[in-house]
């Protein structure tokens, strides 16, 4: 079985600070895909980015940047200098290639 | 990205009437589709999963009989809510996926059902 455990329920920042979403899995298959979707208020999911478990080198795109630990099972999301279009629900999830198991969310909310 | 259109995106049915969700991949061939079901400020729950021409698999606690779901072309998937009542209120969402290993998955807009 898999499981996502994201930890902060809400986080709310002002606009321009920095904001780290933690994500920790579990999962028992070797083989593994980590997922971050984001869920504006409008409900549709929004695919952020997908990271294989062979590949822990960390990425940035603009200002979202993420941070993969295979040692602690972690695939932490940051967005850097956030903006209050950043407001959103944010999920993070595992598959074994079959089903995806998302965690309960993060909802940031950015302030003017 | 690839599109995934859901339709309708808001539907308000009777309690006991059937109501009828679309799923169709825009521009790719999805394989695999998943259905899920999203309670106010909850994650997303995983309902069944359809591949292309076989028989959809349910989660354990979801009823297959009411959820119906069909998943009769590379492009299309629906999900029927048969005889729906209040509880089954909720914002359903579906996603879709092409072949190949960890491919992403795709999620159309979602549809809010109230049921009255």
């Known amino acids: 079985a898999q499981k996502v455990t994201q930890a902060q329920t809400e986080i709310s920042v002002v606009e321009k600070e920095d904001v780290t979403l933690d994500c920790v899995y579990e999962t028992r298959d070797t083989t593994y895909y980590l997922f971050w979707y984001k869920q504006p208020p409008s409900g549709e999911l929004v695919f952020l980015i997908r990271r294989n478990s062979f590949d822990e080198q960390n990425e940035i795109s603009g200002r979202y940047s993420w941070n993969f630990q295979k040692s602690t099972s972690s695939f932490n999301f940051t967005i850097t200098a956030s903006q209050v279009v950043d407001s959103a629900v944010y999920f993070c999830a595992v598959t074994n290639d079959y089903k995806l198991s998302f965690g309960a969310g993060t909802t940031v909310t950015v302030r003017a | ?116």
């Open chain 2, 1 to 116: 990205g690839a599109v995934v259109s859901q339709h309708p995106s808001r539907v308000i049915c009777k309690s006991g009437t059937s109501v009828k969700i679309e799923c169709r991949s825009l521009d790719f061939q999805a394989t695999t589709m998943f259905w899920y079901r999203q309670f106010p400020k909850k994650s997303l729950m995983l309902m069944a999963t359809s591949n292309e021409g076989s028989k959809a698999t349910y989660e354990q606690g979801v009823e297959k009989d009411k959820f119906l779901i069909n998943h009769a072309s590379l492009t299309l998937s629906t999900l029927t809510v048969t005889s729906a009542h209040p509880e089954d209120s909720s914002f359903y969402i579906c996603s879709a996926r092409a072949s190949g290993v960890g491919t992403e998955a795709f999620f159309g807009q979602g549809t809010r059902l109230t049921v009255v």
